[in-house]
């Protein structure tokens, strides 16, 4: 799947009409559902999606376990792994709720990401140009450039997502997610100070998060970080990694 980049910023865009929003089809499944503490899925946590439809070929294609934030409504999940290329892309699918929060803002300093948009409306804002994209649109950010996205569509919205070369972000959404489910997030709605800096410093130089600036977080990390470790994250973060965390905590199809 190729993107082509345009000079400059580089964003693949065409402007979507201002009424092309998804509206949920009455015939939907449902999937992705947190569990209780007693594995019952719990209504109104899940997401829809329709049989036969491309989120649908990407359950049924996709090598990891479902992840999920649940207080954001954003779920994800691997399609292929840089493993199985050499490194050359990283592939996923993402799916996200009515009302989902902006992505704190951050820039990959070694790799592009590329997005299809398959369902609903999306806005992307890179640097402090916010574009707008909706169903069959492609949108490219090159390295280095700051941005962030959130979904402004109706029902449920959900795109393909790929890192050329494949970089260590999948390795980030299962920490953040599975941080979320245990209740380890601030009322800022960021992860606790002591699980950031370990994942600051197993992540650094891969997914650059600007504020608090870096020259602050990457020095206080090398000193929280171990820290961490010590105090049982090191264990949570290989925790998180495992299929068997998600089969507990979230429906799978």
């Known amino acids: 799947m190729p993107w082509d980049l345009s000079p400059g910023v580089r964003m693949v865009h065409t402007r979507v009409p201002e009424d092309c929003l998804m509206e949920t089809p009455e015939k939907t499944l449902t999937t992705g559902r947190t569990r209780d503490n007693t594995g019952k899925p719990i209504e109104g946590t899940g997401f829809n999606y329709t049989p036969g439809g491309r989120v649908a070929e990407a359950l049924a294609?996709?090598?990891?376990?479902?992840?999920?934030?649940?207080?954001?409504?954003?779920?994800?999940?691997?399609?292929v792994d840089p493993s199985e290329?050499?490194?050359?892309?990283?592939?996923?699918?993402g799916v996200f709720r009515e009302g989902q929060p902006w992505l704190a803002a951050h820039y990959h300093p070694d790799y592009e990401e590329h997005f299809e948009i398959l369902e609903g409306t999306f806005a992307f804002r890179l640097d402090r140009t916010v574009y707008n994209f909706g169903p069959g649109e492609k949108a490219a950010v090159p390295k280095g450039v700051l941005h962030t996205f959130r979904y402004t569509g109706r029902?449920?919205?959900s795109f393909l997502i790929e890192a050329r070369p494949g970089g260590r972000f999948a390795e980030f959404i299962p920490i953040y997610y599975g941080l979320a489910h245990d209740g380890k997030f601030s009322k800022s709605g960021a992860p606790q100070l002591l699980p950031a800096m370990l994942m600051t410093r197993e992540l650094e130089g891969d997914t650059v998060f600007p504020s608090p600036p870096p020259r602050i977080t990457r020095p206080l990390a090398?000193?929280?970080?171990?820290l961490a470790s010590r105090r049982g994250y090191r264990e949570l973060f290989d925790l998180y990694r495992t299929d068997e965390f998600w089969e507990k905590r979230v429906e799978q199809p």
Do not use: D
């Not at 479902?66 to 999940?77: A, K, N, R, V």
């Not at 290329?85 to 699918?93: A, D, P, T, V």
């Not at 090398?222 to 171990?226: A, D, T, Y």
């Open 61 to 79: 294609a996709r090598i990891s376990p479902i992840y999920s934030h649940p207080t954001h409504g954003e779920w994800g999940m691997k399609l």
């Open 85 to 93: 290329n050499g490194g050359e892309y990283l592939r996923g699918i």
């Open 155 to 157: 029902g449920f919205g």
């Open 222 to 226: 090398r000193v929280l970080g171990p």
